[in-house]
């Protein structure tokens, strides 16, 4: 007779409840309230267009999304039954977050309401954003051309839409945050 509660027989979700919650939570001491989200949604899917023909593809879903502060995620943890290496959890959790138009607020880009690339996108790594990067929206409306925003994330983990410009500049000479308040002033 097979043992449901074994480990081995365990689904995924019973694995999260059991062994990973209790780890992040109790073990690592995160905060249920206020730094971790179960189940998040991160994007609607990619839409597909075929001819006069469309439809989603599939939505990308984390386990958990932990966050440093409201609005400022900063890990995704994926669970696996014990059908799957810890390795397909890895390649689920790796792509990054390209950031857009509606990202940038106030002068700060945000880092919510994200969406992601795949780490396969030609040429990802020239795309990646560097902290105190200046981000400017070069097209749309009269109202949003020149919105700006400074980057204050973490190197290397994030993209941005096409239709932003990167500026990097040299701090040791000018400052970006100082930059950043003058490009956002009245």
């Keep these: 007779m097979v043992d449901i509660f074994e480990k081995k027989n365990l689904t995924e979700r019973d694995i999260c409840t059991k062994y990973i919650t209790p780890a992040i939570v109790e073990t690592a001491g995160w905060n249920r309230d206020t730094q ?6 991160l994007t609607k899917g990619k839409v ?4 006069k023909l469309h439809r989603r593809g599939e939505q990308k879903r984390a386990d958990y999304v932990l966050y440093y502060k409201t609005n400022i995620p900063l890990a995704v943890v994926e669970a696996k039954d014990n059908t799957h290496t810890m390795h397909s959890g890895i390649q689920q959790a790796i792509e990054y977050a390209n950031l857009r138009m509606n990202n940038i ?3 700060k880009v945000l880092l919510s309401n994200l969406k992601y690339v795949s780490p396969r996108t030609k040429d990802l790594p020239r795309l990646y954003l560097k902290t105190d990067e200046l981000l400017f929206n070069r097209t749309n409306s009269y109202q949003l051309v ?11 983990k994030f993209t941005f839409a096409s239709y932003l410009i990167r500026t990097t500049l040299f ?4 400052c970006a945050d100082y930059v950043n308040l003058a490009m956002n002033a009245d």
Aim: net charge neutral; charged share 30%; glycine share 22%.
């Design 171 to 174: 701090n040791s000479f000018i």
């Design 105 to 107: 607020e106030g002068g």
């Design 36 to 41: 971790l989200k179960e189940e998040l949604s």
């Design 48 to 51: 597909i267009v075929r001819g």
């Design 146 to 156: 020149g919105k700006t925003g400074i980057f204050k994330g973490q190197s290397d």
